[in-house]
């Protein structure tokens, strides 16, 4: 991680930069997912932190090193295929947070009711989705602020929320043992089949490793590199292990609620009453602010960068408007329409709220994972065609090596592709099949149509 440097300015600090990895991948609204796969979870995560997340941190670093002012994602798809290539990537990125808004608001709702005990009708459920919707882009169009304060808040109160929850789980622990999920070394071994049905909640905890990724700024990026990656792994892998045997520790695996199950704990462990039970509800509501924040802060940047491809023509022209306080005010509105077409689809999805939220969830996240994907190609084209760039970093051990362990994240997100619409010995639900596979294809074909009319724009101004 890089040094804050001496005399600088406007710099960010270590500690800063700590709190922003855990804000932007310490998701809590995961953690119950994961906890369902039992203490194989444990070994699981071990395994995706390892050869997912440390393995696309190396990755990104060394294109983050090489080209450090080309965009992420989109700047180095554009760099190895092309930039209409680098638009698309750009494109999805945006599209996928901007329906993943209405999962966001779906989690929000349900940790609402539970946290005071409230119980709201389908109708009332769907407009107070919409509120916190609206309202998280409503705020996005006020004058920007310093963002670092908000990914403080959220990183400071996840890591409380996250200090509770193992409280929570030793309290339990310690009344009776192991009793909601006996423990074995047997239980740790990971299998095939049902209880890898929530593997892809456990990939995307770990997604958001490029936000972490180094740049030209170290002083030595061949050993900072690493020491920072591995730093970041541990940091992450500790954090989901510890919160998800708590919850393994306070509520049997059949009585989780993979949308309030973080609320669940708690109660099992604190109580619903008196003084412990007010602290409960207090978290509960800190647990509300970060949903809003996290749902604001992860949309925000991508309309900013849906915003800059209108302005140089790669999206149509409607995405470069911006307000009198510089927000892209036509992403916001256009990502307010996906956002509510997406919570009225998924409305039509039978079963409860979890069945709702598991289908918007993998809609988003598939979406989410394309560019993953892309890059690690990315990686591949631009080592082999682009030789005279210098590379400040360079992926450590002999290239067949980094080369195969770069093809097994790739699988692995792959992978979780197909488990988000399939998993082997679960019976397929095919409504929630058909809402995943038709919200993907909708997203991507209208990018399609995006990108052809922001071509037909370029062309009508050459030619004027």
């Known amino acids: 991680m890089a040094r804050k440097k001496k005399g600088g300015s406007g710099g960010m600090s270590?500690?800063?930069m700590l709190l922003g990895l855990v804000c932007a991948i310490f998701f809590l609204d995961t953690i119950p997912s994961v906890a369902t796969m039992g203490w194989a979870s444990i070994t699981w995560i071990v395994i995706v932190g390892i050869f997912f997340f440390f393995t696309g941190s190396l990755t990104c670093a060394e294109l983050g090193a090489a080209y450090p002012d080309d965009g992420g994602f989109s700047g180095w798809a554009a760099r190895a295929f092309?930039?209409?290539?680098?638009?698309?990537?750009?494109?999805?990125?945006?599209a996928c947070n901007a329906v993943w808004l209405s999962s966001n608001a779906t989690l929000f709702v349900q940790v609402f009711q539970i946290t005071f005990g409230i119980e709201l009708s389908t109708v009332a459920s769907v407009i107070l989705?919409?509120?916190?919707?609206?309202?998280?882009?409503?705020?996005?169009?006020?004058?920007?602020?310093?963002?670092?304060?908000?990914?403080n808040y959220g990183a400071i109160v996840k890591i409380i929320i996250g200090v509770c929850l193992v409280a929570a789980g030793v309290i339990c622990f310690t009344k009776g043992?192991?009793?909601?999920?006996?423990?074995?070394?047997?239980?740790m071994v990971p299998t095939l089949g049902a209880s890898i049905v929530f593997i892809p909640a456990l990939v995307y905890n770990f997604l958001g490793f490029e936000t972490s990724a180094a740049n030209g700024r170290m002083e030595n990026p061949a050993r900072d590199v690493p020491r920072a990656a591995i730093k970041n792994v541990v940091l992450v892998a500790v954090l989901y292990i510890?919160?998800?045997?708590?919850v393994l520790w306070a509520v049997p695996i059949g009585d989780v609620n993979i949308t309030t199950g973080i609320i669940q704990t708690l109660q099992a462990g604190f109580g619903t009453a008196g003084f412990l039970g007010i602290v409960v509800v207090i978290l509960g509501f800190l647990y509300l602010t970060v949903l809003f924040i996290q749902g604001m802060l992860w949309v925000g940047a991508p309309c900013n960068t849906a915003a800059i491809g209108g302005e140089t023509g790669?999206?149509?022209?409607?995405?470069?408007?911006?307000?009198?306080?510089?927000?892209?005010v036509g992403v916001i509105i256009i990502s307010a329409v996906m956002a509510t077409l997406m919570t009225l689809a998924s409305n039509l999805i039978p079963g409860d709220a979890q069945d709702v939220f598991w289908a918007i969830f993998s809609c988003t996240s598939l979406l989410l994972l394309i560019p993953y994907i892309v890059n690690f190609e990315a990686y591949f084209k631009l080592r082999k065609t682009d030789k005279e760039t210098?590379?400040?970093?360079?992926?450590?051990?002999?290239?067949?090596?980094?080369?195969?362990?770069?093809?097994?994240?790739?699988?692995?997100?792959?992978?979780?592709?197909?488990?988000?619409?399939?998993?082997p010995g679960v019976p397929v639900n095919m409504t929630q099949l058909l809402f995943v596979v038709i919200g993907v294809v909708v997203v991507v074909a209208l990018g399609e149509v995006l990108l052809k009319v922001a071509e037909k724009q370029r062309a009508a101004v050459k030619d004027q």
Not at 129 to 151: D, H, Q, R
Not at 318 to 327: E, P, W
Not at 411 to 422: D, K
């Open 177 to 187: 043992g192991t009793k909601a999920n006996p423990f074995s070394s047997k239980e």
């Open 390 to 423: 210098p590379r400040p970093y360079v992926f450590p051990g002999p290239k067949w090596f980094s080369a195969l362990l770069i093809r097994i994240a790739e699988f692995i997100t792959i992978a979780t592709c197909v488990l988000f619409v399939w998993v």
């Open 14 to 16: 270590q500690m800063d």
């Open 314 to 328: 790669e999206l149509p022209k409607v995405f470069s408007k911006r307000n009198k306080n510089g927000q892209p």
């Open 129 to 151: 989705n919409l509120v916190v919707v609206y309202g998280m882009l409503a705020i996005l169009l006020l004058p920007s602020k310093n963002s670092t304060f908000l990914y």
């Open 82 to 94: 092309g930039p209409k290539m680098g638009a698309r990537m750009g494109y999805i990125y945006w």
């Open 242 to 246: 510890l919160t998800s045997v708590a």
